[in-house]
């Protein structure tokens, strides 16, 4: 199956703005330096890397996505931005520090992905990420495998989009790679959505849309309601929709003479 996911920027930009909102949090930790030269990897359509901009010379945003690379230069037209892939990217100058946010779980070669970080950075120059950790969204993509297969969808219903670890798991996959990890966390984030009568139906269009490959019209929107109402319980709180997030957050640095 093809588990390759088109970005819609304009619902991402509508609906979904809770990815970068959190994320300038994580610019606060990170704690950029004026000098520094800083890739923001996975940058979607460039708010965070604008932000970031603000307290940098130089910062480049890449991400897989050609629609939002697009729709990250008409917006920012004074910062490079380029579409290369998050698992394999090599750049002639190299970097201070690499922030990634709400990316990483979407590469599945999770292993090409941290070799290039270590290879892209300076010595001593830093990784700052957050992610999608181990249980993240559990809720919602359990009950899209469960409806799925049950309307005959078998291959659909067992799709790996994701990569969701525990902190022991990925820290232990930096160190192997020659990291120094100074910080690792793992914590809940439950996350509210936009619209409160379609948030986990939207929820699901933007981010879960590879499980529909092959499936009818019909079932889309059939799976769709159903996967809502059958989590309602567990997800619709004060009258509004939250997803189960679960979040990783890295801090890591690149140890000079050490590989």
């Not at 270590?118 to 919602?140: A, C, P, R, S």
């Not at 930096?174 to 959505?193: I, K, N």
Request: proline share 2%; aromatic share 12%; charged share 25%.
């Amino acid at each position: 199956m093809n588990n390759t996911t088109t970005w819609n920027p304009e619902l991402y930009n509508n609906k979904h703005s809770f990815v970068y909102n959190y994320g300038e949090n994580l610019i606060e930790l990170m704690n950029p330096k004026k000098e520094e030269r800083i890739l923001d990897l996975g940058c979607g359509s460039g708010q965070l890397t604008f932000k970031i901009s603000e307290f940098v010379n130089e910062v480049i945003g890449l991400d897989k996505s050609p629609e939002m690379i697009a729709d990250a230069k008409s917006k920012f037209k004074n910062i490079e931005f380029i579409v290369a892939d998050a698992s394999n990217f090599t750049f002639d100058k190299k970097f201070d520090t690499i922030f990634s946010n709400a990316v990483l779980h979407w590469v599945t070669n999770y292993e090409g992905a941290i070799k290039s970080m270590y290879k892209n950075l300076n010595d001593n120059g830093k990784i700052v990420l957050e992610f999608g950790g181990k249980g993240n969204v559990q809720k919602i993509i359990n009950q899209l495998r469960i409806s799925l297969e049950k309307r005959g969808y078998l291959k659909q219903s067992k799709l790996q989009l994701w990569y969701f670890p525990s902190i022991a798991e990925y820290t232990t996959k930096l160190e192997s790679a020659g990291f120094r990890v100074l910080m690792g966390q793992h914590f809940d984030r439950p996350t509210e959505l936009a619209k409160k009568n379609t948030g986990i139906k939207d929820w699901i269009s933007m981010f879960a849309n590879s499980f529909f490959e092959n499936v009818t019209t019909k079932h889309i929107e059939e799976i769709k309601n159903e996967v809502q109402e059958k989590i309602k319980v567990a997800c619709f709180i004060n009258g509004k929709w939250v997803a189960d997030y679960k979040r990783i957050r890295i801090v890591a640095i690149k140890e000079k003479n050490v590989k």
